[in-house]
């Protein structure tokens, strides 16, 4: 099994920032990819970014530009800095991890977009 521990989301006004955290614990395996999905009111869930192990990332076009995707292989963690956020970024964000195709979620973490 394989835990992820999300943290950093919470209220911040249009236009400012928010770094997310996700750290895996558990039966990690060095094959992963690892992802962010949001899923705001009355919408489907949407991937956000994502990134493998190599550090090759993919972002959705809303938010490229805005938002930044690192990982840290060291600390099974990865990083989402996102930046210039607007009202449509209001959403709960999930982490991800597939390894070996196995997928994991966490449990989310609130971002509110608001003034």
């Known amino acids: 099994q394989v835990q992820l521990a999300e943290s950093g989301g919470g209220l911040v006004q249009p236009g400012g920032s928010l770094t997310l955290s996700c750290a895996a614990s558990?039966?990690?395996?060095?094959?992963?990819?690892m992802a962010w999905y949001r899923q705001a009111p009355g919408k489907q869930r949407e991937l956000v970014a994502s990134?493998?192990?190599?550090?090759?990332?993919n972002y959705a076009e809303s938010v490229k530009g805005r938002f930044t995707l690192s990982r840290d292989n060291a600390k099974n963690t990865v990083y989402l800095q996102m930046n210039s956020l607007n009202y449509e970024d209001t959403a709960v964000y999930y982490c991800?991890?597939?390894?070996?195709?196995?997928?994991?979620w966490g449990a989310g973490t609130q971002v509110t977009v608001s003034s």
């Open positions: 990134i493998t192990r190599g550090g090759n990332t």
């Open positions: 558990g039966s990690i395996f060095s094959a992963y990819v």
């Open positions: 991800m991890r597939d390894q070996l195709g196995v997928v994991y």
